[in-house]
């Protein structure tokens, strides 16, 4: 038979480890919060809080649709990128990081210095392994993060 775990109680907090989602490719933060327009019952947050997660803790890197844009200056980042060495950190795709660990920070700092868990969406995922795999946090760094993609 299928083991039914039981239901975690709304509003009941279990887990205290902050959250940081990562969108995915064209994705802004809304769409983890009110998807398509929906109620915010329905977003990633509040799912992950009817869980045991504390939704103060809940965080979304800031991204707008618009700002997917700026992959294109990834094209200037000659000979790199015309010679399949462009690196995750350079012209496409470095203000993702860059927010990334802004935000993984916060969240390391506003918990009280709890290990930050990484939920990635789509390419939210990759950025978020290739941010931990490029010396932003090393193991003299302050903060400690895990991935999920």
Not at 1 to 10: F, L, Y
Not at 19 to 32: K, L, M, Q, T, W
Not at 36 to 49: E, F, H, V
Not at 84 to 110: I, Q, T
Request: net charge positive; with cysteine.
């Amino acid at each position: 038979g299928i083991i039914q775990q039981p239901q975690q109680q709304e509003g009941i907090v279990k887990y205290k480890t902050p959250i940081v989602i990562c969108p995915g490719f064209g994705n802004d933060s809304i769409d983890y919060d009110c998807p398509l327009k929906q109620p915010p019952s329905k977003g990633l947050k509040t799912i992950l809080s009817t869980k045991g997660f504390d939704i103060n803790k809940i965080y979304t890197v800031p991204i707008q649709r618009t700002d997917w844009i700026r992959v294109g200056g990834g094209l200037f980042d000659i000979p790199n990128f015309y010679i399949n060495k462009a690196r995750p950190d350079g012209l496409g795709y470095g203000w993702y990081l860059r927010r990334l660990k802004e935000c993984v920070d916060l969240a390391y700092e506003e918990s009280g210095g709890e290990k930050v868990l990484l939920i990635g969406h789509s390419a939210g995922g990759w950025l978020a392994r290739a941010a931990m795999g490029d010396g932003l946090w090393s193991s003299s760094s302050s903060s400690s993060s895990s991935s999920s993609s």
